[in-house]
Every structure is written in C-alpha cells, then in structure tokens.
C-alpha cells in the first residue's frame, strides 16, 4: 500500500507564491515518475508539472517559467515551487507518483490540496 499526501496549499493574493509538498510512504521499493496536476471547478484535471527519477522535467505551457517542480528521492518526497501566482492557478493541486511497491508498478493518487488565488 502506498499513500500520498500533499500540503502547503492556501489562499494567496496575486503575484504571490506556495510552495506544494506531496511526500509517499508505505511499502516502496522504487518510485520513477512523479507530478503536479490541478483541476478547477467546472473543468477538467489538467497537468501542471511532471519530474523523473532522474530530474527530468515537463510543464504545462500555463505554468512554464512561473513554477518548478523537484523531488527528494531519499525522501520519496516531490514539491512544486509556485510563483506570480494568478487568479487562473486557482484548483485543487493534486500529486502522483507511479512506485513499486508490493503489488507491483502502480500509479497513486494524492488527495488533492485546494490552492486559491485571490485579487
């Protein structure tokens, strides 16, 4: 069983920053990739930011020069710095993380933590 759990998230005005954290536990031997996704109300999840193992990383155009995405694999521990936050940033922040873990290669969900940006 492996479990994520994000926080950091909040409200903050515009042009302001969070710094996300999203840590898994549980029986891992290995986690390759993990990432940042978001979905705000009335639409669909959509991806923020994915990082591999070995550092690799994508974003979403939407994001790209405003947020970094980076990862602790001593601490099985992904993060997502966020800055000039705007009003459309605003949605549920969620990670992943595709690990091995006992029962094989499988992709684990985070709850979610609600970002909102304000005016």
């Known amino acids: 069983q492996v479990q994520l759990v994000e926080s950091g998230g909040g409200l903050v005005q515009a042009g302001g920053s969070l710094r996300l954290s999203c840590a898994a536990s549980?029986?891992?031997?290995?986690?390759?990739?993990m990432g940042w996704y978001r979905q705000a109300p009335g639409k669909q999840r959509e991806l923020v930011a994915t990082?591999?193992?070995?550092?690799?990383?994508n974003y979403a155009s939407s994001v790209k020069g405003r947020f970094t995405i980076s990862r602790d694999n001593a601490k099985n521990t992904v993060y997502l710095e966020m800055n000039s936050l705007k009003l459309t940033d605003t949605a549920v922040y969620s990670c992943?993380?595709?690990?091995?873990?006992?029962?094989?290669?499988?992709?684990?969900w985070g709850q979610g933590t609600q970002v909102t940006v304000s005016s």
């Open positions: 992943n993380a595709e690990a091995y873990s006992l029962t094989g290669w499988a992709i684990y």
């Open positions: 990082i591999t193992r070995a550092g690799s990383t």
């Open positions: 549980g029986s891992i031997f290995s986690i390759d990739a």
